[in-house]
């Protein structure tokens, strides 16, 4: 059996969630939460095997979870499952960690054939998060850095932290956490040090020489 915990901030949703699992004996739900901060303490406690989480939910949001799990080593397998495909909902979601990403309107047995495969540590994504990874691979650069995104990039280059960038420019830490996404989506890369790998390729950044 493959224990669950369904975390979404719409009692109905986890209402129908935890029937369809409950009535498949493949399946145990373990419980459910409403919002992140519910979700880390559960998944704390009860150790399930896969976290259907939702991203958009008050007090504290899935992606933000999501982290927080894996900042304290919960080993469960977190399966997204909500209705955006965005590129703001999807790079951040798989950025920080979760292992699949399905959208509501997926048919049941998909969602039960995902569950099972986010058990087995398999990466699961929906035909149009796939589609939407897929072009942003092949063509990583839609556009290039604002100006912003490239001050950003100069200031992580030099090494500063995100807070340190934020205090540099005078905005706030989450803004600057929002140009780092921006600019690896059109980097096509996923962390700081292949961002800036990408910079100096790419003639965003120059070294002392160059200036």
């Known amino acids: ?23 498949d004996d493949r399946f145990t739900v373990l419980g459910e939460a409403g919002n992140g901060t519910e979700a880390v303490i559960a998944a704390q406690r009860w150790r399930p095997d896969v976290v259907l989480m939702d991203l958009r939910m008050p007090t ?18 977190i399966l997204v499952l909500t209705t955006y495909d965005t590129d703001r909902d999807v790079l951040p979601a798989i950025e920080a960690g979760a292992t ?5 309107d997926a048919p049941r047995e998909e969602l039960f054939r995902a569950v099972e495969a986010a058990a087995q540590g398999q990466s699961i994504l929906s035909p149009a998060v796939a589609s939407r990874l897929m072009r942003q691979m092949q063509q990583p650069e839609t556009a290039p850095l604002s100006h912003r995104e490239r001050e950003v990039l100069e200031l992580i280059a030099s090494g500063l932290t ?47 020489d160059e200036q």
Request: hydrophobic share 45%; no cysteine; charged share 20%.
């Open 1 to 23: 059996m493959i224990s669950i915990l369904i975390v979404d901030d719409h009692p109905v949703v986890r209402d129908g969630l935890r029937g369809m699992f409950s009535a």
């Open 162 to 208: 995100n807070q340190e960038a934020a205090k540099r420019l005078f905005i706030s830490e989450a803004t600057v956490k929002t140009h780092l996404l921006h600019l690896y989506a059109k980097l096509g890369v996923n962390d700081r040090a292949a961002a800036v790998a990408a910079g100096f390729s790419r003639g965003y950044l120059t070294t002392p």
């Open 60 to 77: 504290t949001d899935g992606v933000t979870a999501i982290k927080e799990l894996a900042k304290l080593g919960v080993p469960a397998r």
């Open 100 to 104: 699949g990403y399905l959208l509501k």
